[in-house]
């Protein structure tokens, strides 16, 4: 009878346990499902490294390039005994992803002693004479979905360049951290591709670097010998926070999956003369000028109704990077509820009311160097409601929607 009553009592505390941590989290907060993912270098381990047996390998990685089992992908590869890693290449940030300067020299692994040559200074497409002997590049990078992250133009010159050389390409792949459904912003302008916008890709793609290589593959007509070594275990639906993996900062202010939710809306705004928070704990949770008065932007931010977002002043001092050492009036992001958070259109929401606020102060024609689509551009200049923008670039989103579908890797 005892047992019995225990038992009850048991089931009873968790059931208010749970529900209290339902009310604490609040409905920004989903209970997630959580999952073993294996990523590509995972498989590769688990296989015996057959798909890469007998080759003369290099390796395009970084820090985020690493087991479930805590190695690197350096090492795994390094002591696979059918494998014989010849070179390393590095993107932006470094190989440790530590640095955020403009070039970054070659150096040389510590632990195995092979030259790690940088794609991030002098060069950002290997040339042939950085390839010689090797017949595979391998690429093991963490991505974060958003179009201008640098990682996947570093993933689409090096393929160029394994096509030009008749080299094999294979790709680790990794989740997309910011889920595999939701694509939105405006598609790049044709003719305006560069390091910083590689291909014709919405703002926010949806894809994993797997996926992305297939379809640079076939829409630049590489016909590159491709071969990707898909995730296990991830589903389109699922945020970082449901593999069961440790998050690594993917560059230095990338630092939490909330960050690189708020990216591809906040992240688009940091070519102005505004500081999107970087030299703070919190890069691209907030943002802000000398220039700009928090308490009263907030007001009319909040007054847009934004779904999943809300909005509060806040002062901050960036110790790095622009405004270093100077005040600044701004604006800390709150997501409230991740399901309904649409990154890209708050950050349209919020450079149409620098417009209409700052039309004097706020550098406005620098906001197109990442959003790169003039008709866009215009709309916001000319101070659109958000709908007639939505609806002027809605048709080349539906076109990628549809042009990525073939690639597309994962349900």
């Known amino acids: 009878m005892t047992q019995k009553y225990s038992r009850s009592v048991y089931k009873l505390f968790l059931f208010f346990a749970l529900l209290a941590t339902i009310i604490i989290a609040g409905p920004g907060i989903s209970l997630a499902r959580q999952a073993a993912v294996l990523n590509g270098i995972d498989v590769l381990q688990r296989d015996g490294f057959a798909q890469l047996n007998g080759r003369d390998v290099g390796l395009i990685t970084n820090h985020t390039g690493i087991g479930r089992s805590g190695n690197s992908t350096i090492q795994l590869l390094h002591t696979a005994p059918e494998v014989n890693l010849v070179a390393l290449f590095s993107p932006e940030h470094g190989p440790v992803g530590k640095l955020?300067?403009?070039?970054i020299d070659n150096t040389i692994d510590p632990a195995t002693g092979i030259n790690i040559i940088s794609l991030y200074g002098k060069y950002r497409r290997p040339t042939s004479d950085m390839l010689k002997g090797i017949d595979t590049l391998v690429f093991d990078i963490q991505d974060i979905g958003t179009r201008f992250y640098t990682y996947i133009s570093t993933m689409?010159?090096?393929?160029?360049?394994?096509?030009?050389?008749?080299?094999?390409?294979?790709?680790?792949?990794?989740?997309?951290?910011?889920?595999?459904?939701?694509?939105?912003?405006?598609?790049?302008?044709?003719?305006?591709?560069?390091?910083?916008?590689?291909?014709?890709?919405?703002?926010?793609?949806?894809?994993?670097?797997?996926?992305?290589?297939?379809?640079?593959?076939?829409?630049?007509?590489?016909?590159?010998?491709?071969?990707?070594?898909?995730?296990?275990?991830?589903?389109?639906?699922?945020?970082?926070?449901?593999?069961?993996?440790?998050?690594?900062?993917?560059?230095?202010?990338?630092?939490?999956?909330?960050?690189?939710?708020?990216?591809?809306?906040i992240g688009l705004l940091e070519t102005t003369n505004l500081s999107v928070g970087r030299g703070?704990?919190?890069?691209?949770?907030?943002?802000?000028?000398?220039?700009?008065?928090?308490?009263?932007?907030?007001?009319?931010?909040?007054?847009?109704?934004?779904?999943?977002v809300q909005f509060r002043p806040v002062m901050f001092k960036p110790d790095a990077?622009?405004?270093?050492?100077?005040?600044?009036?701004?604006?800390?992001?709150?997501?409230t509820r991740r399901d309904q958070?649409?990154?890209?259109?708050?950050?349209?929401?919020?450079?149409?009311?620098?417009?209409?606020?700052?039309?004097?102060?706020?550098?406005?024609?620098?906001?197109?160097?990442?959003?790169?689509?003039?008709?866009?551009?215009?709309?916001?200049?000319?101070?659109?409601?958000y709908p007639e923008i939505e609806a002027i670039f809605h048709d080349g989103l539906m076109e990628f929607i549809q042009r990525r579908s073939p690639f597309l890797i994962y349900d």
Request: glycine share 10%; hydrophobic share 40%; aromatic share 10%.
């Open 280 to 308: 703070t704990a919190t890069p691209f949770e907030l943002f802000g000028a000398p220039w700009l008065d928090g308490e009263s932007f907030v007001l009319e931010l909040n007054k847009l109704n934004l779904p999943g």
């Open 156 to 265: 689409g010159e090096a393929m160029h360049a394994a096509a030009e050389n008749d080299i094999r390409f294979v790709v680790l792949d990794r989740p997309n951290p910011i889920n595999g459904v939701t694509v939105s912003g405006p598609v790049l302008d044709e003719g305006r591709e560069s390091f910083v916008g590689y291909h014709r890709l919405p703002v926010r793609h949806g894809m994993t670097t797997g996926e992305l290589a297939q379809m640079f593959n076939a829409e630049l007509q590489l016909g590159l010998e491709l071969e990707i070594i898909p995730v296990e275990g991830w589903q389109r639906a699922d945020y970082f926070d449901a593999t069961g993996l440790e998050w690594i900062n993917p560059s230095p202010n990338m630092r939490s999956l909330t960050e690189a939710i708020l990216y591809p809306g």
């Open 321 to 335: 990077s622009k405004f270093e050492g100077e005040l600044c009036g701004g604006v800390r992001v709150l997501i």
């Open 100 to 103: 955020d300067v403009s070039i």
């Open 341 to 385: 958070f649409e990154s890209v259109r708050t950050g349209i929401g919020i450079a149409l009311q620098l417009r209409r606020l700052y039309v004097d102060k706020w550098e406005f024609g620098a906001y197109d160097r990442l959003l790169v689509n003039q008709d866009v551009l215009e709309a916001i200049r000319s101070g659109w409601p």
